[in-house]
């Protein structure tokens, strides 16, 4: 039986212990790596229509809304939603789970704004006749993400709170009922790289213990809120957070796992932190605001994260101005 394990690749027995999604829009990457969900981002997205085995797919929405009435900012809004859906319709076809969609950037900081979009979104998959439960609508996770996706859980929308690097914005999240977080591992090891200019390995990096200690606070006090580790640097950082409930993994990492040998052991177990000792914390929103304030990489990451993904939905909108 051992040596059997041995000649498993990584990527084969990670399954084993932890469900593996894509973090990509790449149709073809999925249908390699056979993994159960996918995760895509502005990011992602525009990344996806500047190739062009995938361009037909916003020329076709652009030309769906040849005659629209709308005009300007509001037609580049109403395309781009479209077009998230046309490529999560397309995941969908591949993955047998649920693909994460997101909503824009600059509502990040409005509650209103955002349940309005993400209805929408909603909507848009259900006139193509899929089911909500497939769905995840993704919202930074900021006081104002936390809020609004309380409401939405509520409605049956399940949620995805992204642009996470805090046990504060997880806690948060697991308190009033989010479906699935994804604390970011690859950029909390970036920022403490070049803020101590050290090179972090295995159980040391900072963005491997975040999430081992979110998974160890949620696990022991019994919250549903499923674990999605992601943004991840190497293979070593995926390795030691097996078990964890889910990881979104890069086409580049998905590749490496495939390609490598060797034993992996489940790191993160349910049964051994339920036993651990864990404080509760306090997340009103004042102190939620104060936690996330005290922690300098939270503060600066997330900050920085929505500002990217802004600034790439607004160059999706430049090529969508373009082509109109």
């Given amino acids: 039986m051992h040596a059997e394990t041995h000649s498993k690749t990584l990527l084969a027995q990670l399954k084993q212990y ?10 073809e990457t999925m ?5 159960q969900d996918a995760t895509t981002n502005p990011t992602l997205i525009l990344k996806m229509v500047q190739q062009p085995q995938y361009q037909y797919l916003l020329e076709q929405v652009v030309t769906d809304n040849r005659n629209s009435t709308l005009k300007g900012a509001q037609l580049y809004k109403k395309i781009v939603d479209e077009l998230l859906v046309a490529v999560g319709l397309q995941i969908l076809q591949i993955v047998p789970g649920r693909v994460s969609t997101e909503v824009d950037a600059r509502l990040s900081f409005d509650v209103e704004g955002s349940l309005e979009k993400a209805r929408h979104l909603i909507s848009l998959y259900e006139k193509a006749g ?5 769905i995840l609508i993704k919202l930074a996770s ?3 993400g936390v809020c609004a996706a309380e409401v939405l859980q509520k409605e049956n929308i399940n949620c995805n709170l992204t642009l996470l690097f805090s ?3 997880a806690v948060a999240c697991a308190k009033v ?11 909390i090891y970036d920022y403490y790289k070049q803020t101590t200019g050290k090179d972090f390995q295995g159980p040391e990096d ?3 213990q975040s999430v081992k200690r979110i998974y160890t606070y949620l696990k022991h006090f019994g919250y549903p809120t499923q674990i999605m580790g992601a943004s991840f640097r190497n293979v070593d950082q995926i390795l030691e957070l097996a078990g964890c409930d889910l990881l979104t993994i890069s086409p580049e990492l998905l590749e490496k796992l495939q390609q490598s040998t060797g034993s992996v052991t489940r790191k993160l177990e349910i049964e051994s932190v339920k036993a651990s000792s864990v404080e509760e914390i306090d997340v009103s929103e004042k102190n939620f605001r104060w936690l996330v304030n005290e922690e300098a990489m939270a503060t600066d990451k997330l900050a920085e994260g929505i500002r990217r993904f802004a600034a790439d939905a607004v160059k999706l909108e430049g090529i969508i101005a373009t082509m109109i």
């Fill in 18 to 27: 932890t469900t593996v999604v894509a973090d990509t829009g790449d149709f």
């Fill in 31 to 35: 249908r390699k790596y056979t993994p």
């Fill in 130 to 134: 899929v089911d909500r439960n497939r």
């Fill in 142 to 144: 900021t006081w104002e």
């Fill in 167 to 169: 046990l504060a914005q």
């Fill in 177 to 187: 009922g989010v479906r699935l977080i994804s604390p970011f591992v690859g950029r």
């Fill in 206 to 208: 900072p963005g491997v």
